[in-house]
């Protein structure tokens, strides 16, 4: 392996590795579980028009990014201007 892909998977598996999506590469964006090159592509072509502001707005102007797509993204550290993905606590349903 050449010392670059090293030093990449050395940061992919570190903890605290974040990647923003108004910052990376389509290269990047490929690499993450979950997006394959016609969603990047889509990614792509909106952040072209104007940089994400939020997670609602990626998901809001990106077909097929929903919160579950949004969530899976997110655990492996894709941030939208910096910000983590807020999840929602959902009420359990054994609760009475």
């Known amino acids: 392996m050449g010392k670059?892909?090293?030093f990449?998977?050395?940061c992919i598996s570190s903890t605290g590795w974040a990647l923003d999506i108004n910052q990376a590469s389509e290269a990047e964006l490929d690499g993450l579980r979950g997006l394959g090159p016609a969603f990047t592509r889509?990614?792509?072509a909106e952040r072209d028009i104007r940089p994400f502001t939020d997670w609602p707005d990626l998901m809001r102007r990106?077909?097929?990014m929903g919160r579950v797509t949004a969530g899976?993204?997110?655990d492996q550290g894709l941030t939208v201007s910096?910000?983590?993905l807020v999840k929602e606590n959902k009420?359990?349903?054994l609760a009475p």
């Open 4 to 6: 670059t892909l090293v």
């Open 8 to 10: 990449f998977i050395l």
């Open 42 to 44: 889509r990614v792509m």
């Open 62 to 64: 990106v077909s097929g």
């Open 72 to 74: 899976k993204l997110a």
């Open 82 to 84: 910096g910000q983590t």
């Open 91 to 93: 009420p359990s349903k």
